[in-house]
């Protein structure tokens, strides 16, 4: 039982390049969540899912896409990337009550 | 905005001691939880307390809520070392699973 398996670890991008994050989860969770984490700011949630084929924005959603095709799966898409967009990315998913978390995504921006 | 708010941002206390860490909340939830994030790694979900609960009880930990002031504090007793580390709170509301997480407390416990 794997949990939640995030890809990769670490990601550089050049500024304007396009990229997918991967999330994966085998616990047949029903909600799944993106979060991004910068010093001093805790956890903002980037985009969330009810189940496959829902999706919604949440704190900060701009820049980014997300679909949910399978249960499994929650891909978090960045469209042009920026430097702003330099962070470490969190996938959780959760039954309904704690979440699960992955053990993130570190993404540099340059 | 974030929803949590919380109270101190760092605290460093001896082994043995206990710490308490508190947050603060705006809108109604349907449940508070609590989390611990140790040093470049993911979060742990340490414990959940539902809006009609007012206090929960796990090992070391106790969490109080009170939804008519919008806070809840989490005690750790009897510190370690290995509870080193950085705590928030996170709030759901409504039934989407949309959880916001409040800024955190880093917690130093030392030997």
């Known amino acids: 039982n794997a949990g939640v398996t995030q890809t990769p670890k670490f990601q550089v991008l050049k500024t304007g390049q396009s990229m997918t994050l991967q999330c994966a989860q085998d616990m047949n969770h029903e909600y799944m969540s993106w979060y991004r984490q910068d010093p001093g700011m805790g956890l903002r949630l980037i985009h969330y899912s009810v189940g496959a084929g829902i999706t919604d924005q949440g704190e900060v959603p701009n820049g980014y896409n997300v679909s949910r095709s399978t249960t499994e799966d929650f891909p978090l898409r960045l469209l042009s990337a920026a430097p702003s967009q330099t962070s470490v990315y969190f996938c959780?998913?959760?039954?309904?009550?704690?979440?699960?978390f992955g053990s993130g995504t570190r993404l540099t921006v340059v | 905005s974030q929803q949590g708010e919380e109270d101190p941002q760092a605290l460093s206390i001896q082994e043995g001691e206990n710490a308490t860490m508190n947050c603060s909340y705006k809108t109604s939830i349907n449940n508070l939880q609590w989390y611990r994030q140790n040093s470049g790694r993911g979060l742990v979900h340490l414990i959940l307390i539902r809006s009609n609960e007012r206090e929960k009880h796990s090992g070391r930990l106790r969490v109080t809520l009170d939804t008519s002031k919008k806070s809840s504090s989490l005690l750790i007793t009897a510190s370690r070392a290995a509870d080193t580390a950085s705590y928030f709170c996170a709030t759901r509301s409504g039934n989407t699973g949309k959880l916001i997480f409040g800024q955190g407390t880093t917690l130093q416990v030392k030997p």
């Open positions: 959780a998913s959760s039954q309904g009550l704690g979440y699960t």
